[in-house]
């Protein structure tokens, strides 16, 4: 085959492909073939890039020039120019905010300097969909060299590296396998958990679209050291993409004899399927999820016996999470001790996060553990956007905490977020800035949980219940006072007396947020003011005399006809017929609209 | 499709990585083709075409060719930068078919540069 000198990677995750990645995929192609350069060029989809701020994104290779947020109309100029008379488009290129000149080579741009890919080092480099490309960087290399270890060989070198559960809790994988390792019971399941419900969390679905068969991979080691024949990969029906990716990955694989019977020429047997979830935030839980495959209601079941005693069909079961089996592989290839010298002493390797919120780069970040919470926000993450000031990162996803700027140089691992009352969880991370009400924030996340307790404990159920009431008449300026007292005593006793994990941490953010961010609800109850101006209750608009030019500018945007006055004439709101929407603040130019 | 032995692994492997390898950024030798207008009148595209026969003729697996635009020495074209690993980038000018198979040989090769046919040593920035 003649070799090609140009590889245009085109990101194809689920952020770029909303912004129409797939169009500009076929509208370069077109172009290509205009010019006659489809022999020279390759045209290539790739996994995540994790910059979806910026998408769609687009990468030539080998020069390296990243190309962002291009549009169907600048791909015949963009193909012209670079493929055709090898000039680069600097205006197509990425800016970073406050500054003039575009940074062309992807390796130089601060959002991308600062990471360490591990689980994600195929992003933007392969194309899913093709095992071969998967296979040229070392793709199934981790697994050929298991089938020549024994399998305590494997879980050994598993423990060596400190690889801990990506979900969340934390777990040792190697003790993990060796429990279930030990069990004399047969058949045993491996269970891939890849039900991703957290708002705002992508970083499982971002790895089974980028790079499905790492996970393959990593799964079919773990059926050799724990002695499994059959696996489920579980994932919910909200992916399609990411579903689509891995069944034809587990096709793939098993095209090739890496997946059933006599796998790479061993002894070795192993069959995957992927089962697909409705959705439900509780099945995330293991022994829900575990009902779920079974065709049950996805319930939490009492623990003791644990899953890799008693799970599937009562036999021993292995759960990971996606990115714990993406990072097997490398752990087999490298060795164990090479995990080991990434992180802290605690909490080894790397941790992918989603970074979302009031950030200027949003997007997928992998990162090495015991990093900075700042070095993510403002490096990676370059800073609040619109320069407004930072007040909180809540953590660990729904059940996860808030945490104030003291704690932005505590380094993110297990522990230390634990410790300060949040979690890991499975790497949300979301920014706020000072606009944030901090007690509407615990108001949004509790009514989600609420939503999503399965009921089956009553303090789940109805504590969540009354714990949602009583945050909603806060927000709504019908506080009192003791109301703070009470929701830190339910928000204890979900959490002592729930039998689940979404129980068990479902009253971290009301928790965290009274404990960082008291003065809020001390506002909101004694003096009927929220401090960030979000909740609508405790907000009243006013036209400030001295400022406003009668412009009308507001009057026209006004939805409902609440502002009036004559032209050049300082105009008044109509208290009665507002509707709090804020419409005229933002059209205003002169900062005449008082809001408090 | 056949099922695999490790053996057919490390084989897919080596093949595959001949056409993933642009996306390393690492090779023995980079070639640069000067593909502004001035270049493709004077005839870039051919070069270009000839240099990827080369490639593939001797079944090169770590040659990076890519392109770039005008030098601001028109009168020079067609041109190509050929960097050898680890030494500095080589310019030569007005290139045929012969002179490129030449500076294949002996250059791209071997990493001996063609003095004869060059117009010196170093390169223009990319961007």
Sequence with gaps: ???????????????????????????????????????????????????????????????????????????????????????????????????????????????????????????????????????????????????????????????????????????????????????????????????????????????????????????????????????????????????????????????????????????????????????????????????????????????????????????????????????????????????????????????????????????????????????????????????RKFKAVQTGGPSGGCLPESMLDMPIDYESLKSVGSMMGSGGLIVMDDKTCMVDVARYFTDFLAHESCGKCFTCRKGLERMLEILTNICDGKGKEGDVELLEELAIMVKEASMCALGQTAGNPVLSTIRYFRDEYDAHIRERRCPAGFCKALITYSILEDKCVGCGACARACPVDAISGEKKQVHKIDADKCIKCGACAEVCKFDAIDKS | MAKLKIQDLKRIRDESRRTVLLREGTAKAKVTVHMGTCGIAAGAREIMDQILRLVEKHNLQDVMVTSSGCAGMCSHEPMMTVEYRYTAPVKYIDLNEEKVAKIFEKHILNGEPVPEYALGVGSESMY
């Design chain 1, 1 to 387: 085959m003649k070799p090609k000198r140009t590889h245009i990677l085109v990101c194809t995750g689920t952020g770029c492909v909303s912004a129409g990645a797939f169009d500009i995929m076929e509208a370069l192609k077109t172009e290509i073939k205009k010019h006659e350069l489809q022999d020279e060029i390759a045209v290539v989809p790739t996994g995540c890039n994790g910059f979806c701020e910026n998408g769609p994104l687009v990468l030539f290779e080998p020069e390296g020039i990243f190309y962002r947020r291009l549009k169907v109309q600048d791909i015949p100029f963009l193909v012209e120019e670079h493929c055709l008379k090898g000039r680069p488009v600097p205006s197509l290129m990425y800016t970073p905010p406050k500054e003039k000149s575009p940074i062309p080579a992807m390796k130089d741009i601060e959002f991308f300097k600062h990471q360490k890919l591990v689980v994600l080092r195929n992003r933007g480099r392969i194309d899913p969909e093709r095992i071969e490309d998967y296979i040229a960087f070392d793709g199934y290399m981790g697994l050929a060299k298991a089938l020549e270890m024994s399998p305590e060989e494997i879980i050994e070198e598993v423990k060596v590296s400190g690889l801990r559960g990506r979900g969340g809790a934390g777990f040792p994988t190697g003790t993990k396998w060796q429990v279930c390792r030990d069990q004399p019971s047969t058949p045993k399941y491996l269970v891939c958990n890849a039900d991703e419900g957290d708002p705002g969390a992508f970083m499982d679905r971002s790895v089974l679209e980028a790079d499905p068969h790492a996970i393959i991979e990593g799964m079919i080691i773990g059926a050799r050291a724990i002695g499994a024949e059959q696996g489920f990969i579980y994932v919910r029906t909200e992916y399609p993409l990411a579903v689509q990716r891995i069944k034809k990955a587990i096709q793939q694989a098993e095209e090739n004899g890496l997946l059933g019977e006599g796998i790479l020429g061993s002894d070795l047997k192993f069959t995957l399927s992927v089962v697909q979830g409705a959705g439900a935030f509780v099945c995330g839980e293991e022994s829900a999820l575990m009902q779920s495959i079974m065709g049950k209601v996805g319930r939490p079941k009492q623990r003791p016996p644990f899953p890799a005693q008693k799970g599937l069909w009562g036999k021993p079961t292995n759960i990971n999470n996606v990115e714990t089996w993406a990072n097997i592989p490398q752990i087999i290839l490298n060795g164990g001790e090479w995990l080991a010298g990434l992180g802290t002493e605690n909490s080894k390797g790397t941790k992918i996060f989603s970074l979302v919120g009031k950030v200027n780069n949003t997007g997928l970040v992998e990162v090495p553990m015991g990093i900075k919470i700042r070095e993510i926000v403002y490096g990676i993450g370059g800073g609040i956007l619109g320069g």
